[in-house]
Each structure stands twice: as structure tokens, then as C-alpha cells.
């Protein structure tokens, strides 16, 4: 039983994600309903048996907060929105202190990141109206979903 909460834990979170870069694509912003729920989901998550021992959950947490912190640097600076470091905060929270995701996360969120940068200056007008606030959400969730999914598949690598 606890097996299936994990994966439904895991699918919504995959959901919400999903939820994120729709929403950044459509109105330049990321609810705060979506990280909050990803938390949600993520405790869940964690009291299904997912996270063992209990300091894994405290590693997994530290995570979160040391990127929560760079994002809200980024967020002064001007260069990101709240709602981006909000998620990427939580996104940090579920991929955790193993190394091969972590690295896995980051150079997939570069790539998405220099892709959405190409895109951006493209000479389409369209494009050049997204210039000025990147929906930097997708950058983010799909690294994210990517190292769920290989979780899920793999049974934690």
C-alpha cells in the first residue's frame, strides 16, 4: 500500500510540474498553489516510506532551502521571478542529495534553459515579448519530471 502512495505521490507531482510551465507560458507566473502542493505531495511522498532514514528527509530539505536561497538571490537581482525560485526551490526538495540526480537536474535544466533562451531570440514576435520575462518554468519541470520518472522507473537508482 505504501508502494502506491509513493507513485501516485510521484505522478501528481509530475501533474503539478506539468501545471507550472503551462501556466508560466500563459500568464508569466507559477501559483503559489503548485509549489505549495508539490510540498504537500512531497511529505506525502516521504511518509509513504519513500525517504529512509529520516536524515535523508533532512538532506532533501537542506536542498530545497540552499536553492530556495540562490533562487531568491537571482530574485533580488531582477533576473528571476518568485515564483520560479519557489518551484525550483521545491523541485530541489524532490530530486535530493543523490548525486546522479542532482547532476542529471542541473545539466537538464541548463539545456531547457539555453533552449529557452534560443527560442526567445528568434526574430517572431511573439518571441520577442517573452525577452523580457522568461517563463523560466520551463527550464525547470522538466528536468524535474525527467528524474522522477527515472525514480520511479528505476526504484531509486
Known sequence: MA???????????CALFAVSVATD???????????????????LYAAAGAVRPVADLWQHLAIGGAVLAAGFGLYLTG?????????????????????FHLTLFMFGMAAFALALVMAALLPFE??????????????????AVIVLALRALSDGI
Open 79 to 99: 533576473r528571476f521571478g518568485a515564483g520560479d525560485a519557489k518551484l525550483l526551490a521545491v523541485a530541489g526538495v524532490w530530486i535530493g542529495p543523490a548525486l
Open 126 to 143: 511573439r518571441m520577442r515579448r517573452m525577452r523580457r520575462e522568461l517563463p523560466f518554468a520551463v527550464a525547470i519541470a522538466p528536468p
Open 3 to 13: 508502494n502506491i502512495a509513493v507513485h501516485i505521490a510521484e505522478a501528481a507531482a
Open 25 to 43: 507560458l500563459r500568464r508569466r507566473e507559477v501559483p503559489n498553489a503548485v509549489p505549495l502542493l508539490l510540498l504537500g505531495l512531497f511529505a
